[in-house]
């Protein structure tokens, strides 16, 4: 598939730096959600790193789908998801999230997400390198692939470890 847009790189922050993908449930339902745009065309995943307050993606819009519109349902689907799922567990969490603003109690995300378009390969690897650096940094591993939840196994030993992901060459 085709698609009008370059790769970008985007930051997703949770709203106040609060470790909102702290549990595995809450990166899951990244991953799930991200798995999800693959399978239906609408974007593709080059690279990711989730932490537990903020998460980086590689991805590309395909086909004619809009840029905004795919990330703005990826992001209120994603913050839904994860209130429910706080709700639902009585987590003390969503006092946190509290903001009470025009159009909702409760926000997940920073708004105005930052997104760099990705011109080529060269800052394609050093947005990987930065990506992938993420979690060493901050001490939760000592190589890159020994973090579960981003995609330098991919990288590093060329195994698909999440069936979403791909090489951003392809």
């Keep these: 598939m085709i698609s009008k847009y370059h790769p970008e790189f985007i930051t997703v922050t949770c709203l106040n730096w609060i470790p909102v993908l702290e549990t595995k449930e809450h990166k899951n339902i990244i991953l799930e959600s991200l798995d999800f745009l693959v399978k239906n065309g609408r974007v593709k995943v080059s690279g990711f790193v989730l932490m537990d307050t903020h998460f980086h ?26 209130l429910k799922n706080l709700r639902n567990s009585n987590s003390q969490l969503l006092n946190k999230l509290y903001v009470e603003s025009k159009d909702r109690k409760y926000q997940v995300w920073e708004r105005n997400s930052l997104s760099v378009e ?53």
């Design 118 to 170: 990705l011109y080529n390969s060269k800052a394609m690897i050093q947005k990987l390198e930065y990506i992938h650096s993420n979690p060493v940094q901050a001490g939760l591993c000592t190589l890159p692939e020994d973090y579960e939840y981003s995609s330098a196994w991919f990288y590093e030993k060329n195994e698909l470890n999440y069936i979403f992901l791909s090489h951003f060459e392809d």
């Design 57 to 82: 993606l590689i991805w590309q819009v395909m086909g004619d789908h809009k840029r905004e519109d795919v990330q703005r349902d990826f992001l209120r689907f994603t913050a839904q998801q994860i």
